[in-house]
């Protein structure tokens, strides 16, 4: 069991201020009520005592006595109870089985005599049911046997209102309400004095010990139940709370929230309502009475009244931190919020929880540590305090007043110990980027992000990149001094990027390429270099880079200028024929920059299609072997020659046919000749010159792609013609020739090349041909007749709308009335509007407006 100082005992009256030196007073009762302390004796006196509370330089409460009066009730037996009702100026007194009624301030008894006879014993209802101030409900447990009585007590008189029987007799009463909490014989029972219904409880023997009953709150009672336990129950019977462990041999309780106060016959004991705990013991000995009023805790012996004193909450709640239990300390704070005012709770609630946070991340209990502190709204930089370096040299923080804790940083809080201290820096890393995005950033995100920033460079974290290249509070000063010491380079230039210091950025990162200085986070530090440059809109960093990095790799280098954004190009920010003499020195890089232009941007200039064409060209003869390329294969960069002189239609042909003559492209030459419409000229070098058959009907296909069916049938027929043309003795064209025929029958007009035909060529060896040219004639037809059987239905479609519009009848009389004058018809001549209005020819032929009809144009 562990302990805490919650009350201390403090006296109140001494034996010398109440007995003197007579040995046989002893006290048999007390009532406490403001500062006026009264004081029943064996010898049938009352005392008045005035109780003034004083507190000590060292923060300690005492009391002092002073004696009003003393008053003999005139009878040789003890008072035996007290009961103040200051509403009513009188303390009832009961002494001899009589309940007197006297002045609270000169104890004299009331003029009319007025009393309450036959009490064994007697409790005030403190939850009234009358609503009357100025009367005070009383219950008494009779002379009578197993009998209640309820009166009503006024100022100068005594009123019985209900006397209720009881199934056995009672020893003990508390009273809430209509609700009478009983310790009868052998059990206690919650008893409705108003409708007569009672509730068991649970059994106890009144023989065995003495029975306690005690309401503690609004229908609510305390209970000295069997086995030592302090039971609590409700006017419905039940518990809502957990039992406490007293000692058997109770004799009195008190409640002080949150504790409940026993008295035994050696000993106080504190209990905790919240978790049910002993919390203190006090020696006391020969103690007989415990009772609370008010808040006020009062134990007496027969000779002597002292007072428990509760320590202040905040202190209690202190010391469990002091003892580093957090969980006792959280449940005391929460348990005492009703008797606190809201904001003052809030307050003092907060700080606890950042005191209990604090204790727990002292213990490496980080999950603990972190709810707290997020509970506790902590400020974030008292945390970050811990850690040497972390705050910017510019914070303006400064810890709590009172700290929060006892430690100066995180050396002290570790002891040294590296692991530790790893754990502690690890928690902070977490914990500062969950809160970083939340409300608790708020006003210190410099503060936050500085930190972070500082341990993930500290532990080489890959975090510090994503911290880097997304929105932060760094502040640059503190963090590129950081960054430099623990040589991370590369996240300096995102922090000068980040901060539009995009020259320093980038001259750091070459100087990282280059070998200047040493940083390995990237790898690909050149791409990432040139990707920057591509999506850079400062035009004066591009070009003062874009030699080194076309220097390094052309290849890479030239998206720089290729891969910039698309909406970048549209307003035309770099000058393509800058970027060209640019590229000059760079030949790689020129031709895939002409590429962008003409490929990718399809800018039609033809200085642009022509220079890239040229330069496939020179490539081309460069890679050729011989100047006549026969069986020479076909490069990627003559394939793209080809592509380019066939697609683009922007160059300078003659220009391009010049700088061919000569070369052995025959292919190349033929597609240029093409160009021209020097169609027989082209086909002729496919045919003759490269023996290339496939070529040449290749060549018919897409020279004629988009210009219509007759186009490409002059180009096949001419092609054809060639083949037919051949000497005699070039029979491997009648091959081509009728391979050409077989594979394009649609392309070709029938019955003119049946005409041409050598009259030797079989019927079989055209079958194919002759078989498509049937069958594209025969569907041409058919095609046609649906067309004309759709035009016919069409066509009747109409003349049927036609005929219902005119079938219709329309009606005219002298009463009718034109839709637009509105003067009546004269003669049947009329115009009619799809919707039925009638108007006269004039009117509509002068009409401009009608809101009730078509326009002029929908009349029919």
Same mark, same amino acid.
């Given at each position: 069991?562990?302990?805490?100082?919650?009350?201390?005992?403090?006296?109140? #009256?001494?034996?010398?201020?109440?007995?003197?030196?007579?040995?046989?007073?002893?006290?048999?009762?007390?009532?406490?009520?403001?500062?006026?302390?009264?004081?029943?004796?064996?010898?049938?006196?009352?005392?008045?005592?005035?109780?003034?509370?004083?507190?000590?330089?060292?923060?300690?409460?005492?009391?002092?006595?002073?004696?009003?009066?003393?008053?003999?009730?005139?009878?040789?037996?003890?008072?035996?109870?007290?009961?103040?009702?200051?509403?009513?100026?009188?303390?009832?007194?009961?002494?001899?089985?009589?309940?007197?009624?006297?002045?609270?301030?000169?104890?004299?008894?009331?003029?009319?005599?007025?009393?309450?006879?036959?009490?064994?014993?007697?409790?005030?209802?403190?939850?009234?049911?009358?609503?009357?101030?100025?009367?005070?409900?009383?219950?008494?447990?009779?002379?009578?046997?197993?009998?209640?009585?309820?009166?009503?007590?006024?100022?100068?008189?005594?009123?019985?209102?209900?006397?209720?029987?009881?199934?056995?007799?009672?020893?003990?009463?508390?009273?809430?309400?209509?609700?009478?909490?009983?310790?009868?014989?052998? &059990?206690?029972?919650?008893?409705?004095?108003?409708?007569?219904?009672?509730?068991?409880?649970?059994?106890?023997?009144?023989?065995?010990?003495?029975?306690?009953?005690?309401?503690?709150?609004?229908?609510?009672?305390?209970?000295?139940? @069997?086995?030592?336990?302090?039971?609590?129950?409700?006017?419905?019977?039940?518990?809502?709370?957990?039992?406490?462990?007293?000692?058997?041999? #109770?004799?009195?309780?008190?409640?002080?929230?949150?504790?409940?106060?026993?008295?035994?016959?050696?000993?106080?004991?504190?209990?905790?309502?919240?978790?049910?705990? &002993?919390?203190?013991?006090?020696?006391?000995?020969?103690?007989?009475?415990?009772?609370?009023?008010?808040?006020?805790?009062?134990?007496?012996?027969?000779?002597?009244?002292?007072?428990?004193?509760?320590? @202040?909450?905040?202190?209690?709640?202190?010391?469990?931190?002091?003892?580093?239990? #957090?969980?006792?300390?959280?449940?005391?704070?929460?348990?005492?919020?009703? +008797?606190?005012?809201?904001?003052?709770?809030?307050?003092? /609630?907060?700080?606890?929880?950042?005191?209990?946070?604090?204790?727990?991340?002292?213990?490496? &209990?980080?999950?603990?540590?972190?709810? =707290?502190?997020?509970?506790?709204?902590?400020?974030?930089?008292?945390?970050?305090?811990?850690?040497?370096?972390?705050?910017?040299?510019?914070?303006?923080?400064?810890?709590?007043? @009172?700290?929060?804790?006892?430690?100066?940083?995180?050396?002290?809080?570790?002891?040294?110990?590296?692991?530790?201290?790893?754990?502690?820096?690890?928690?902070?890393?977490?914990?500062?980027?969950? #809160?970083?995005?939340?409300?608790?950033? +708020?006003?210190?995100?410099?503060?936050?992000?500085?930190?972070? $920033?500082? =341990?993930?460079?500290?532990?080489?974290?890959?975090?510090?990149?994503?911290?880097?290249?997304?929105?932060?509070?760094? =502040?640059?000063?503190?963090?590129?001094?950081? $960054?430099?010491?623990?040589?991370?380079?590369?996240?300096?230039?995102?922090?000068?990027?980040?901060?539009?210091?995009?020259?320093?950025?980038?001259?750091?990162?070459?100087?990282?390429?280059?070998?200047?200085?040493?940083?390995?986070?990237?790898?690909?530090?050149?791409?990432?270099?040139?990707?920057?440059?591509?999506?850079?809109?400062?035009?004066?960093?591009?070009?003062? /880079?874009?030699?080194?990095?076309?220097?390094?790799?052309?290849?890479?280098?030239?998206?720089?200028?290729?891969?910039?954004?698309?909406?970048? &190009?549209?307003?035309?920010?770099?000058?393509?024929?800058?970027?060209?003499?640019?590229?000059?020195?760079? @030949?790689?890089?020129?031709?895939?920059?002409?590429?962008?232009?003409?490929?990718?941007?399809?800018?039609?200039? *033809?200085?642009?299609?022509?220079?890239?064409?040229?330069?496939?060209?020179?490539?081309?003869?460069?890679?050729?072997?011989?100047?006549?390329?026969?069986?020479?294969?076909?490069?990627?960069?003559?394939?793209?020659?080809?592509?380019?002189?066939?697609?683009?239609?922007?160059?300078?042909?003659?220009?391009?046919?010049?700088?061919?003559?000569?070369?052995?492209?025959?292919? *190349? !030459?033929?597609?240029?000749?093409?160009?021209?419409?020097?169609?027989?000229?082209?086909?002729?070098?496919?045919?003759?010159?490269?023996?290339?058959?496939?070529?040449?009907?290749?060549?018919?296909?897409?020279?004629?792609?988009?210009?219509?069916?007759?186009?490409?049938?002059?180009? %096949?027929?001419?092609?054809?013609?060639?083949?037919?043309?051949?000497?005699?003795?070039?029979?491997?064209?009648?091959?081509?020739?009728?391979?050409?025929?077989?594979?394009?029958?649609?392309?070709?007009?029938?019955?003119?090349?049946?005409?041409?035909?050598?009259?030797?060529?079989?019927?079989?060896?055209?079958?194919?041909?002759?078989?498509?040219?049937?069958?594209?004639?025969?569907?041409?037809?058919?095609?046609?007749?649906?067309?004309?059987?759709?035009?016919? !239905? *069409?066509?009747?479609?109409?003349?049927?709308?036609?005929?219902?519009?005119?079938?219709?009848?329309?009606?005219?009389?002298?009463?009718?009335?034109?839709?637009?004058?509105?003067?009546?018809?004269?003669?049947?001549? %009329?115009?009619?509007?799809?919707?039925?209005?009638?108007?006269?020819?004039?009117?509509?032929?002068?009409?401009?407006?009608?809101?009730?009809?078509?326009?002029?144009?929908?009349?029919?």
């Amino acid at each position: 069991m562990m302990t805490i100082k919650a009350f201390s005992l403090v006296s109140a #009256v001494e034996r010398e201020l109440l007995m003197g030196d007579k040995d046989r007073i002893n006290i048999e009762c007390v009532e406490c009520c403001g500062k006026n302390l009264y004081v029943g004796t064996n010898d049938c006196f009352i005392y008045h005592f005035l109780l003034e509370e004083k507190t000590s330089p060292t923060g300690t409460a005492a009391f002092t006595a002073t004696k009003q009066l003393h008053r003999h009730l005139g009878f040789k037996k003890p008072v035996n109870e007290l009961r103040a009702a200051s509403a009513l100026n009188r303390l009832l007194v009961l002494c001899d089985n009589s309940i007197t009624l006297v002045n609270m301030m000169n104890l004299e008894p009331i003029p009319t005599g007025a009393r309450i006879k036959g009490a064994v014993t007697f409790a005030l209802n403190e939850n009234p049911v009358s609503g009357d101030p100025f009367c005070v409900e009383v219950c008494i447990i009779s002379v009578k046997r197993r009998t209640i009585q309820m009166f009503m007590v006024y100022e100068d008189r005594v009123q019985i209102v209900k006397e209720v029987s009881t199934p056995e007799q009672p020893f003990a009463v508390a009273v809430d309400g209509h609700f009478l909490c009983l310790a009868l014989t052998t &059990q206690y029972i919650i008893l409705n004095y108003n409708t007569g219904v009672s509730q068991d409880l649970f059994p106890y023997c009144s023989e065995e010990k003495r029975p306690i009953v005690k309401r503690i709150g609004r229908q609510e009672f305390l209970l000295a139940g @069997p086995g030592g336990l302090g039971m609590f129950a409700t006017v419905a019977g039940i518990s809502q709370r957990a039992p406490v462990h007293w000692s058997e041999n #109770v004799i009195g309780a008190a409640v002080c929230f949150p504790y409940v106060i026993a008295l035994d016959d050696e000993f106080i004991t504190v209990h905790s309502m919240l978790d049910q705990q &002993q919390k203190q013991t006090l020696p006391f000995k020969e103690g007989h009475i415990l009772q609370d009023f008010e808040g006020r805790v009062i134990v007496a012996t027969s000779k002597g009244v002292y007072i428990l004193v509760p320590l @202040p909450l905040e202190r209690q709640i202190q010391d469990l931190l002091a003892s580093r239990r #957090v969980e006792e300390a959280l449940v005391l704070a929460k348990g005492v919020r009703r +008797n606190i005012p809201k904001e003052k709770f809030q307050v003092m /609630y907060r700080r606890i929880l950042q005191q209990a946070g604090f204790i727990q991340f002292a213990q490496l &209990q980080f999950l603990e540590a972190k709810e =707290l502190f997020r509970s506790g709204q902590l400020d974030v930089r008292e945390l970050i305090s811990l850690y040497p370096f972390l705050l910017p040299t510019s914070s303006s923080f400064t810890r709590s007043h @009172p700290p929060l804790h006892e430690y100066a940083d995180l050396n002290q809080l570790t002891q040294g110990d590296q692991e530790k201290m790893a754990k502690c820096k690890r928690f902070l890393m977490s914990y500062l980027n969950e #809160v970083r995005s939340t409300e608790v950033a +708020n006003g210190y995100k410099e503060d936050i992000d500085t930190a972070l $920033l500082k =341990l993930y460079a500290e532990a080489d974290h890959d975090s510090l990149l994503d911290l880097l290249v997304t929105e932060n509070f760094c =502040l640059l000063t503190d963090s590129a001094a950081w $960054l430099e010491k623990h040589k991370k380079y590369f996240a300096l230039g995102l922090l000068y990027h980040y901060n539009n210091q995009d020259a320093a950025a980038l001259q750091l990162w070459v100087n990282i390429v280059n070998g200047d200085i040493h940083d390995s986070t990237r790898s690909d530090l050149y791409e990432y270099v040139v990707d920057f440059l591509t999506y850079c809109l400062d035009q004066e960093l591009v070009w003062k /880079y874009a030699d080194w990095v076309l220097q390094r790799s052309e290849e890479v280098g030239v998206q720089v200028f290729t891969k910039r954004p698309v909406d970048e &190009q549209q307003r035309n920010s770099f000058n393509p024929d800058d970027v060209i003499n640019c590229l000059k020195k760079y @030949p790689k890089a020129l031709v895939r920059y002409l590429e962008h232009l003409v490929i990718d941007r399809r800018l039609q200039k *033809e200085e642009y299609h022509t220079h890239l064409a040229l330069l496939y060209l020179e490539e081309v003869l460069q890679q050729r072997p011989s100047a006549n390329g026969k069986g020479a294969e076909v490069t990627g960069t003559q394939a793209k020659l080809r592509s380019l002189l066939q697609k683009s239609n922007f160059y300078r042909v003659h220009f391009l046919i010049d700088k061919i003559q000569g070369t052995g492209l025959h292919m *190349e !030459s033929a597609i240029l000749h093409g160009k021209l419409e020097e169609h027989e000229k082209a086909l002729r070098i496919l045919v003759q010159e490269l023996k290339d058959f496939s070529a040449a009907e290749d060549y018919c296909l897409w020279s004629s792609e988009g210009r219509g069916d007759p186009y490409r049938q002059r180009l %096949f027929h001419t092609l054809l013609a060639i083949y037919l043309r051949a000497e005699p003795a070039d029979c491997e064209l009648a091959v081509p020739a009728v391979d050409l025929l077989n594979h394009h029958a649609a392309e070709f007009d029938a019955a003119q090349v049946l005409q041409l035909l050598p009259d030797t060529w079989s019927v079989q060896l055209l079958c194919p041909f002759l078989t498509g040219a049937m069958r594209h004639s025969i569907h041409t037809k058919r095609m046609t007749q649906v067309a004309l059987g759709l035009a016919k !239905s *069409e066509n009747l479609i109409y003349k049927y709308d036609k005929m219902t519009l005119k079938g219709s009848s329309v009606q005219l009389s002298d009463k009718k009335l034109c839709q637009v004058c509105q003067n009546p018809f004269c003669e049947p001549v %009329f115009v009619r509007y799809p919707n039925g209005g009638l108007v006269h020819t004039h009117c509509a032929a002068s009409r401009h407006t009608n809101p009730n009809s078509p326009s002029r144009g929908n009349r029919t």
